[in-house]
């Protein structure tokens, strides 16, 4: 479980989709934010897959080196930057940077976060507070700085990383829930102010996904395996997604095929928010 996209399965994901002409990315520039991790740093391959610029967002010095080569290795031109999402500061100069290095910003993927678990009276004061400022204010700060950069260049898009349980609720996650309910409404006000500036903005709302935040945080003592088939079992497709599907639906919404869809936020969970 849990592993990094190999160099096949980014060639087979290509063969699929990744990069083809709809899908062609080659004079987009990119801003992925959790981009060392996860299904961030399956957003960064994806987008390298397709010839895209890209500076990739990170707090972790080695992962972010990792996350680096990898886009490398694909012959994209890519930076990183390291820093706090949550400080708005860091973002603005994160846009500043990608402008000066790139000339334009075609494209954000606000994919970082964190989770917390617990009911309301088990989440504490800080719990709540890291969960809102990670996941709503990152979201925010990051999608300010962008659209006044894409507003010079005639557009753009805006990909947020949301969850199925922003649009349905799940016990024990009530501050996660909250964040990304909170993401996803920022999403549709958010697409409605700036819809006639050519700027799309939507959220992908994963459920379960093979990644390190599916066996993180827990409360109780839990093996990877356990937390794995307990994910898979509430399945409706009894299976938790790659990654790489969730990637694959950023890179689609970020797409000439997809101006006219905003202000969405797209399930992809195997048919789990259907029951």
């Given at each position: 479980?849990?592993?990094?996209?190999?160099?096949?399965?980014?060639?087979?994901?290509?063969?699929?989709?990744?990069?083809?002409?709809?899908?062609?990315?080659?004079?987009?520039?990119?801003?992925?934010?959790?981009?060392?991790?996860?299904?961030?740093?399956?957003?960064?391959?994806?987008?390298?897959?397709?010839?895209?610029?890209?500076?990739?967002?990170?707090?972790?010095?080695?992962?972010?080196?990792?996350?680096?080569?990898?886009?490398?290795?694909?012959?994209?031109?890519?930076?990183?930057?390291?820093?706090?999402?949550?400080?708005?500061?860091?973002?603005?100069?994160?846009?500043?940077?990608?402008?000066?290095?790139?000339?334009?910003?075609?494209?954000?993927?606000?994919?970082?976060?964190?989770?917390?678990?617990?009911?309301?009276?088990?989440?504490?004061?800080?719990?709540?507070r890291l969960t809102f400022e990670a996941n709503v204010n990152g979201v925010f700060y990051f999608s300010r700085a962008v659209v006044k950069a894409m507003r010079l260049t005639g557009?753009?898009?805006?990909?947020?990383?949301?969850?199925?349980?922003?649009?349905?609720?799940?016990?024990?996650?009530?501050?996660?829930?909250?964040?990304?309910?909170?993401?996803?409404?920022?999403?549709?006000?958010?697409?409605?102010?700036?819809?006639?500036?050519?700027?799309?903005?939507?959220?992908?709302?994963?459920?379960?996904?093979?990644?390190?935040?599916?066996?993180?945080?827990?409360?109780?003592?839990?093996?990877?395996?356990?937390?794995?088939?307990?994910?898979?079992?509430?399945?409706?497709?009894?299976?938790?997604?790659?990654p790489a599907e969730i990637a694959s639906l950023a890179l689609f919404l970020a797409s000439e095929g997809a101006r006219h869809i905003t202000g969405v936020a797209i399930p992809i969970d195997g048919g789990f928010t259907a029951g």
């Amino acid at each position: 479980m849990i592993k990094k996209l190999a160099d096949e399965d980014i060639r087979q994901a290509a063969s699929l989709g990744w990069a083809s002409n709809s899908m062609t990315h080659s004079d987009r520039v990119v801003i992925i934010t959790g981009a060392t991790s996860g299904i961030g740093e399956a957003v960064a391959e994806a987008f390298a897959a397709t010839g895209a610029s890209l500076m990739l967002v990170g707090r972790d010095r080695a992962r972010g080196q990792r996350a680096l080569e990898s886009a490398q290795k694909l012959n994209c031109k890519a930076e990183m930057m390291l820093g706090d999402v949550t400080d708005s500061g860091f973002a603005n100069k994160v846009v500043e940077n990608t402008v000066q290095r790139f000339g334009k910003v075609s494209v954000l993927v606000n994919s970082a976060g964190i989770i917390r678990r617990g009911d309301a009276v088990e989440t504490s004061d800080d719990d709540w507070r890291l969960t809102f400022e990670a996941n709503v204010n990152g979201v925010f700060y990051f999608s300010r700085a962008v659209v006044k950069a894409m507003r010079l260049t005639g557009g753009g898009s805006i990909v947020n990383i949301a969850s199925n349980v922003g649009l349905v609720g799940c016990p024990g996650l009530a501050a996660y829930c909250a964040s990304k309910g909170a993401v996803v409404s920022l999403t549709q006000a958010m697409a409605l102010d700036h819809a006639k500036e050519q700027i799309t903005i939507n959220a992908v709302c994963p459920g379960a996904v093979d990644t390190p935040m599916l066996v993180s945080a827990h409360t109780k003592p839990v093996t990877a395996a356990e937390v794995l088939q307990r994910n898979i079992d509430s399945s409706p497709q009894g299976r938790v997604a790659a990654p790489a599907e969730i990637a694959s639906l950023a890179l689609f919404l970020a797409s000439e095929g997809a101006r006219h869809i905003t202000g969405v936020a797209i399930p992809i969970d195997g048919g789990f928010t259907a029951g």
